[in-house]
């Protein structure tokens, strides 16, 4: 199963509501000016699996993709930066 990779400089952000790491995380995001589209697992099938095929079978948020197409677990805001500023 794969997703739409985001376009190039922001990224997308798959988590859910309840999830603490994952306000942080767009907290972080909107202090940098980093654009996101968020998708709710809960909300969204689709996306749930999508998120389970890149972490062992496991629903576990915020699972980001980059323009790259690839994809990271909780990545940390250097990271992020990190990724999107290699993928120009």
Same mark, same amino acid.
Request: charged residues 25%.
């Given at each position: 199963m794969t997703t739409q990779a985001p376009e190039a400089g922001t990224i997308t952000m798959y988590s =859910? %509501?309840?999830?603490g790491y994952c306000r942080r995380l767009? %907290?972080? $995001? &909107? @202090?940098?000016g980093i654009a996101y589209t968020e /998708?709710?697992?809960?909300? &969204?099938? =689709? @996306? #749930?699996?999508? *998120?389970?095929? *890149?972490?062992d079978g496991n629903q576990t948020v915020p %699972? /980001? /993709?980059f323009p &790259?197409?690839? #994809? #990271?677990t909780?990545? @940390? $805001?250097?990271? /992020?930066r990190k990724r999107l500023a290699n993928a120009n």
């Open positions: =859910t %509501t309840w999830c767009k %907290t972080q $995001l &909107d @202090s940098e /998708v709710n697992i809960e909300e &969204d099938e =689709t @996306s #749930a699996k999508f *998120v389970e095929s *890149v972490n %699972t /980001v /993709v &790259d197409g690839s #994809a #990271a909780n990545p @940390s $805001l250097s990271e /992020v």
